[in-house]
């Protein structure tokens, strides 16, 4: 079969990629197809697969643009405050792009900046001396805590702290006597002023980050007395 010539002029892969991101961005990706980003760019569906072949493809390019803006951890400073920033930085791309909480890993053709990170990661964990395991461990926990915390963030049913009284008040005049520590946690530090779910997120990512660094010394301490 004949490869089809790109396109001249303003058309682009990466025109392409932004502005299916921004439909994803306002609407979700149900809604996303070939024929949505085509009306976006004001051209025809057909001149996209000259860029890039299907909406899979878009759906990959799209994960590694938000890969591009999560900080890549360097490997041989504090490990901690590395994948920390990494963490935080995921935390504010994916608020940007709520539709890439299910998708971040799940890409079969994964795109260079995805890879980088994923890259990055290891080797920030191998430099602080993790194992393979206790590294495959710390990964997978790590990002167990992003995109878990993430997918109950997205869809708590408040943003703004009237929303969070409007409802709490709701719940409280329905709520059953019996359920006396839900009231308490509700009245003494839901509704006290200033409370953000969202702060949950740093205290969270500390615990997990601290449990790790304990495995680590206990690892490095179990293989110093090996060696002896």
């Known amino acids: 079969m004949a ?6 002029g303003p058309l682009s892969r990466e025109a392409i990629v932004a502005a299916a991101m921004a439909l994803a ?4 990706v149900a809604k996303l197809s070939m024929r949505a980003v ?3 760019l004001g051209v025809e569906a057909m001149s996209l697969y000259h860029h890039i072949p299907n909406k899979e493809a878009i759906l990959d390019a799209m994960v590694d643009e938000v890969f591009a803006e ?9 490990w901690r405050a590395e994948l920390r920033h990494r963490c935080v930085s ?4 994916l608020k ?24 990055a990661v290891l080797g920030c964990l191998f430099e602080a001396g993790f194992s393979l395991t206790l590294a495959g ?3 997978a926990t790590i990002d167990a805590y992003l995109y878990g915390f993430m997918v109950q963030d997205l869809e708590m049913p408040f943003e703004e702290e009237s929303e969070l009284e409007e409802i709490a008040t709701a719940m409280l005049a329905g709520l059953p006597e019996e359920f006396t520590h839900l009231r308490r946690f509700t009245l003494e530090h839901a ?8 702060n949950e997120f740093g205290y969270g990512l500390d615990l997990v980050l601290d449990s790790l660094a304990d495995r680590l010394d206990e690892e490095l301490e179990a293989t110093a007395s090996e060696q002896e």
Do not use: C
């Open 137 to 139: 461990h710390a990964f």
């Open 90 to 93: 995921a935390r504010a791309a």
């Open 38 to 40: 085509a009306r976006t």
């Open 3 to 8: 490869t089809r010539e790109k396109t001249t």
């Open 70 to 78: 999560i900080h890549t951890p360097v490997a041989g400073g504090d």
């Open 191 to 198: 509704l006290q002023p200033g409370y953000d779910f969202g």
């Open 25 to 28: 961005d306002a609407d979700g």
């Open 96 to 119: 940007r792009h709520p539709w890439a909480v299910g998708l971040m890993d799940s890409r079969r053709n994964a795109g260079y900046e995805t890879l980088k990170d994923h890259d």
